[in-house]
């Protein structure tokens, strides 16, 4: 990382070259003006009779939403420029021709995306902590439950998912499974299905579940 004392601002720069060339001037030109976009070219003369710059620099600017750039987008560009055009004259610290001004940019750009990343960061880890499941009094949304550790955990879990019903979780194959699906006409179901070993077809009958008045999957009635 960086260390923002090692850049010279414009100012700083600029009070040098003043003090060298008490008879130079500056100038500056905005070429780029829209609504959004700023780019300004500066030059800088020894003297002020001179007809051919001493070195010149262009800097460009965005206007944003928030920040200084919100309102004096404009005035960074002219102030970047001329720390270019000083800059390409001599007027900085060796190998840091960047100033202050445009390091802090990059510094305050570097610290927002490493936000984000800590963000997403944060996310990520959320994202493995819980689980959705349906919600027993609206099958339509989802509420969040911390993950099981054990099977006699997950059994009491889509029991209160059931509605305190004891599910046909278990078959002469083994353990059965829980599926959700609507209907051609529009209706809500559950079952219990078996799941036999791959290859065989003995099959046993689905427990079929519908949604109560309450909200809560109940047995269906053959």
């Known amino acids: 990382m960086f260390n923002l004392d090692d850049y010279e601002t414009v100012e700083e720069r600029l009070a040098k ?8 001037r500056v100038e500056t030109k905005l070429l780029v003006h829209t609504p959004t976009q700023y780019i300004v070219w500066s030059a800088i003369y020894r003297d002020s009779a001179d007809t051919q710059p001493w070195a010149t620099g262009l800097a460009e600017e965005t206007v944003q939403g928030r920040g200084v750039n919100a309102t004096s987008a404009c005035e960074n560009a002219e102030t970047s420029s001329l720390g270019r055009s000083l800059a390409n004259a001599g007027y900085a610290t060796k190998g840091k021709r960047a100033s202050r001004e445009e390091m802090t940019k990059v510094a305050k ?75 051609k006409a529009g209706k809500v179901w559950g079952m219990w299905k078996c799941n036999p070993p791959h290859g065989t077809s003995n099959y046993c009958d689905p427990v079929w579940y519908s949604i109560s008045a309450d909200g809560s999957w109940k047995p269906r009635e053959n």
């Open 109 to 183: 750009a570097t610290e927002v995306k490493a936000n984000i990343e800590e963000v997403k960061a944060k996310m990520a880890v959320t994202s493995q902590q819980y689980v959705p499941i349906a919600k027993a009094d609206d099958p339509w949304t989802t509420w969040e439950a911390p993950p099981v550790a054990t099977m006699e955990q997950a059994v009491e879990m889509v029991q209160s998912v059931l509605g305190g019903t004891t599910p046909e979780e278990s078959c002469s194959h083994g353990a059965r499974v829980w599926k959700t699906g609507t209907s």
């Open 17 to 24: 070259f003043w003090k060298d060339y008490p008879q130079g």
